[in-house]
């Protein structure tokens, strides 16, 4: 059976001519009537002739994403959603309001085998990637749900996207065409936790898109203590990379850096962090680390991101401490997880959660774990 929702329209219309011996025009308006009416059944796409539906149902599928759980936060107005897979699985997304518009953040694996220390989506390890269909019905179900488009994405919720590289290249491909939703790559922010040969293959692909980089720390040792993947790829590896991603594409890199109290967060780690962006058009992110039951890391103080924001400025570096969002309903970075029974941390607020998807929670997989 063929995955409808995963091919970029070139290789649609090769499939619609080869495998249907259809013409080739109906690989366009069967493309419309998934990427920019973005239907979920074959009857909604009524100019296709009746036949060639059938023919379609026989052969081909579109691959459901169904929203299990809907979270909506009291502080911001924050929205996360649990979407279930045809297959079970679930990941979550993230809807964000912004004065530039709608945000969301979406999920590129099931798990995720990179290991930070930090992160609760890497607890269970990884599940599988998902396709592009399944990265694209995460963007229009949380659309359907809320009954606007989304005015830009960014990929950081459950996942390593460098680690699912051609599934999220399709995604993006599809997502950002004309004859699709038309969003701009300008418009979309990819995170990785630092896969140095993904960096250089989105690099050579010149897409315009936003890298974000998961830094964490200035140096090997303290970055190898909290994120196994600088073993592989370590800090002058990644920022050679980095550097000539900019060179590549003209797009400023913004690094990620979560405070985590009595690791990286001293005074001299700020100047050494500033040391080793010198020179970079770049900006950082700081993000007091968000507490996950499971891990044992504690949030830096007020006071020391504070210090080490301004550390950072007087140094010349271009940095802001991140506004939180949906703290109450665990939506926030490195919160995120597969398995609904970890919505735990806000059962108090459940009353947010919407129709049947509140009673089933007990019913989902992995529920009571
Ligand atoms: N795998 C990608 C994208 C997903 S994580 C990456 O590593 O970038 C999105 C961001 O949240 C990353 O910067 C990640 O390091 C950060 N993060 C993970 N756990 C966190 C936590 N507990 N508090 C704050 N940020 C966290």
């Not at 989506?121 to 749900?145: F, I, K, N």
């Not at 004859?179 to 010149?206: D, F, N, W």
């Not at 370590?234 to 594409?249: H, K, N, Q, S, V």
Request: glycine letters at 8%.
């Amino acid at each position: 059976m063929t995955d409808l929702l995963s091919l970029p329209l070139p290789e649609l219309a090769r499939w619609v001519v080869q495998d249907l011996g259809e013409p080739k025009y109906r690989a366009k308006q069967l493309y419309t009537w998934l990427h920019k009416k973005q239907v979920t059944t074959l009857e909604e796409m009524t100019d296709l002739p009746l036949a060639l539906r059938q023919k379609l149902a026989e052969t081909a599928f579109i691959p459901p994403v169904r929203t299990r759980l809907r979270l909506e936060s009291k502080l911001d107005g924050t929205r996360k959603f649990l979407l279930e897979m045809a297959d079970g699985n679930c990941v979550e997304a993230v809807w964000m309001e912004y004065h530039h518009g709608p945000s969301l953040c979406v999920s590129t694996q099931v798990g995720c085998r990179m290991g930070c220390r930090f992160c609760a989506s890497t607890l269970g390890g990884l599940v599988r990637d998902l396709t592009a269909g399944e990265m694209l019905g995460e963007v229009y179900e949380v659309q359907r749900q809320m009954g606007r488009p989304v005015s830009s994405l960014v990929l950081m919720g459950i996942g390593e996207p460098l680690d699912n590289l051609q599934n999220v290249l399709d995604f993006l491909t599809i997502l950002c065409s004309p004859e699709g939703q038309g969003l701009g790559y300008r418009h979309i922010s990819l995170s990785t936790c630092g896969l140095v040969p993904g960096i250089r293959a989105l690099m050579e692909k010149k897409l315009g898109v936003t890298l974000s980089v998961s830094l964490h720390a200035p140096d090997d040792a303290a970055r190898d203590a909290i994120m196994p993947v600088n073993r592989k790829y370590p800090i002058g590896e990644l920022m050679e990379a980095c550097r000539d991603y900019f060179a590549a594409t003209g797009r400023r890199i913004s690094y990620e850096y979560a405070l985590i109290d009595g690791v990286n967060d001293s005074p001299a780690q700020a100047a050494a962090l500033a040391r080793l962006l010198r020179g970079q058009t770049c900006h950082v992110n700081l993000i007091p680390v968000n507490p996950v039951a499971e891990r044992d890391t504690r949030r830096s103080t007020r006071a020391a991101v504070e210090r080490f924001a301004r550390r950072l400025g007087e140094l010349g570096v271009n940095a802001t401490i991140r506004r939180e969002l949906g703290s109450d309903i665990a939506a926030a970075c490195g919160q995120l997880r597969r398995r609904a029974a970890a919505v735990e941390p806000c059962t108090a607020r459940r009353a947010a959660a919407v129709g049947p998807c509140t009673a089933a929670d007990a019913a989902l997989p992995g529920a009571g774990r």
